[in-house]
């Protein structure tokens, strides 16, 4: 090897290193806003530096931008806590600051007293945020089912298509199949294990996918899910979801109008304690593939994308993703910023060690953590460190 040869070689060395290094050294660290919280489950961000926190309880509380505790907001309907049952998410209307409305979903009994479902709630919080006003249940999943598990319950506010597409007054709502009734879900006449769309008033917009067909309930955007408790949207407009699988199997997908993806016909994972489901099928025609799966099972919680650069470039574009069952936030890197394959998974927060509820990017572009925990459930921000 020639000198002037050795020395670029040297150079890309020393060039793939630092950027080996720069990519590994990038981290958070976590900084505990607010603790006392019980089982926190999903998060909002109101002005001032404020939040509005969900406790699986049953409880909407306001944390201060000191992490003091404000008491529960009057207003809620009844709510069938239990299980893995309670006050479950909370969205602000992308019109919020206008407006106060905000919309929550929930685990609602039945008027008989028999059995429960998801629903969706909207409501205007008042100017003293002291109390919900204007309740309004706008969708029940049906059945009722006498179960305390698998309520999915994600709500997303969709937009327009395109990278700059705005809000077009529809949400999505995702729904588990609760455990004991999985053959459901391939079953268009009920809302078990699927993604409904509707529109912010409940009413059921015209171009859903099973408008019009007979037998089909007109709020089902996909089905065949177990039971998705993560979504979030792309900048692009695409829907971002994440489900439970059974052991094994857990799954991202990209649900699009009127898919089938798959539960309990083919799945990555297996009964618990072992052996096949159903026919121990991964893939069928007419079901769609899962972009990505986890074996084993991490449990994953809320998702969201990054769109900011506190954390440096590389970070931009990611997916963050909670884990229930081991404890950590997901990073995920993609082939491309926003969308394409997984690339790439690292874990964050495993120091801290609790179950991570619910993931989310604040107004400031940082990111923002609930833990599962009670009677010390957390909400932690991520400070970029090194
Ligand atoms: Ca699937």
Do not use: C
């Given at each position: 090897m020639r000198v002037g040869q050795y020395r670029r070689a040297l150079v890309a060395i020393v060039f793939i290193a630092s950027g080996c290094l720069g990519a590994q050294a990038q981290t958070v660290r976590p900084e505990i806003v607010a603790t006392g919280l019980q089982n926190p489950w999903a998060l909002a961000f109101l002005a001032g530096g404020r939040f509005l926190v969900t406790e699986r309880p049953g409880r909407l509380r306001v944390v201060e931008a000191d992490g003091k505790l404000g008491p529960p907001i009057a207003g809620l309907p009844a709510i069938a806590s239990g299980g893995q049952g309670g006050l479950l998410d909370v969205l602000l209307d992308s019109d919020f600051a206008r407006n106060r409305r905000l919309y929550f979903c929930f685990s609602e009994p039945a008027a008989s007293g028999n059995g429960n479902?998801?629903?969706?709630?909207?409501?205007?919080?008042?100017?003293?945020?002291?109390?919900?006003?204007?309740?309004?249940?706008?969708?029940?999943?049906?059945?009722?089912?006498?179960?305390s598990a698998h309520f999915g319950c994600r709500i997303v506010e969709s937009r327009a298509p395109g990278p700059s597409g705005q809000a077009d007054g529809k949400l999505f709502l995702t729904l588990g199949e609760r455990f004991s009734r999985k053959d459901d879900a391939q079953k268009l006449d009920n809302h078990l294990g699927k993604v409904?769309?509707?529109?912010?008033?409940?009413?059921?917009?015209?171009?859903?996918?099973?408008?019009?067909?007979?037998?089909?309930?007109?709020?089902?955007?996909?089905?065949?899910?177990?039971?998705?408790?993560?979504?979030?949207?792309?900048?692009?407009?695409?829907?971002?979801?994440?489900?439970?699988?059974?052991?094994?199997?857990?799954?991202?997908?990209?649900?699009?109008?009127?898919?089938?993806?798959?539960?309990?016909?083919?799945?990555?994972?297996?009964?618990?304690?072992?052996?096949?489901?159903?026919?121990?099928?991964?893939?069928?025609?007419?079901?769609?593939?899962?972009?990505?799966?986890?074996?084993?099972?991490?449990?994953?919680?809320?998702?969201?994308?990054?769109?900011?650069?506190?954390?440096?470039?590389?970070?931009?574009?990611?997916?963050?993703?909670?884990?229930?069952?081991?404890?950590?936030?997901?990073?995920?890197?993609?082939?491309?910023?926003?969308?394409?394959?997984?690339?790439?998974?690292?874990?964050?927060?495993?120091e801290v060690g609790e179950r991570i509820r619910d993931v989310r990017q604040g107004p400031d572009g940082l990111l923002y953590v609930l833990t599962d925990s009670s009677p010390n459930g957390k909400l932690i921000r991520l400070l970029p460190g090194k």
């Open positions: 479902s998801t629903a969706l709630a909207r409501a205007s919080l008042s100017a003293d945020q002291a109390q919900l006003e204007e309740v309004k249940v706008i969708f029940s999943q049906q059945p009722k089912v006498a179960s409904v769309r509707i529109n912010k008033d409940g009413s059921v917009p015209q171009d859903n996918p099973f408008v019009g067909k007979p037998g089909a309930l007109p709020e089902i955007w996909s089905y065949g899910h177990r039971n998705v408790q993560g979504a979030t949207l792309a900048p692009d407009g695409t829907l971002w979801t994440n489900e439970h699988g059974p052991q094994g199997g857990d799954e991202i997908n990209l649900p699009k109008p009127g898919a089938n993806y798959g539960w309990p016909v083919i799945t990555y994972g297996e009964n618990y304690g072992g052996g096949k489901i159903g026919e121990g099928l991964t893939a069928k025609a007419g079901m769609e593939q899962p972009l990505h799966y986890w074996v084993p099972s991490i449990a994953p919680s809320g998702m969201a994308f990054l769109s900011s650069e506190r954390y440096g470039k590389a970070w931009r574009g990611n997916l963050f993703v909670g884990s229930l069952k081991f404890a950590y936030l997901d990073r995920i890197e993609l082939s491309e910023p926003f969308g394409g394959k997984v690339v790439r998974e690292s874990k964050l927060l495993a």
